[in-house]
């Protein structure tokens, strides 16, 4: 959960701002997605929750990578550190609606409590990207995953090599036709377009892990 001194920029308001810097209408979205323009305008809204599947069909539509949609964490006036590199001045002074990042992407650095945030409600799963870019050479981020949940994996749009490392709780991965289980300090390597599953082998238990990705796809 994020820190309650910080909001963030919701998933619908970057969708939005992409789609319409595509000049694509909410419609042609739907029909790309195969998704309904009602259920479109409630997650732009703040309605509807969108789902890792549907995020992806979005994200396939509109040209970019899933993490294309992470939050960038903005203090609330109250709680600004000036000691970090403050935000331009010209931006709108409310962090609900500023798209400015407050990170600054161009650093190696990453405070543990600004890391951008991507939180799915509906599959009960939060990603938190740890490297300050998405056109690296690699992306690297940590999951977390609510017990009994997963999600069968999509397909990325480009041959990728992933490594995972399970931190907390059971990690189920399908690669293929093999379902390995992985538990805290276990590890595994694989080419993207193998992986099948992702979830959590765990009713009890928050399912965490890291991954590593090359080159950034997701």
Known sequence: MANPSFDRVSIGNRIRKKRLQEDMSIRELARR?????????????????????????????????????????????????HEQTPVSEAAPADPMVSEAPLINRTSPFIKSTMRPRLFLPESGITYE??????????????????????????????????????????LKVGIQDQM??????????????????????????????????????F
């Open 129 to 170: 990207l740890l490297t300050s870019r998405l056109d690296n050479k690699m992306e690297a981020f940590m999951g977390q995953m609510a017990p009994g949940t997963g999600n069968i994996a999509g397909r990325l749009g480009i041959s990728t090599e992933e490594f995972i490392y399970c931190l907390a709780g059971v």
């Open 33 to 81: 997605t195969n998704l309904t323009a009602s259920f479109i305008s409630q997650v732009e809204n703040e309605k509807a929750n969108v789902s890792l599947d549907s995020l992806r069909r979005i994200s396939d539509a509109l040209g970019v990578q899933m993490l294309y949609f992470l939050s960038d964490l903005r203090p609330l006036p109250e709680f600004v550190n």
């Open 180 to 217: 390995y289980t992985l538990e805290p300090g276990d590890t595994i390597y694989f080419e993207g377009d193998k992986l099948m599953y992702l979830g959590s082998g765990s009713d009890t238990e928050v399912t965490k892990w890291l991954s590593v990705i090359t080159p950034p796809a």
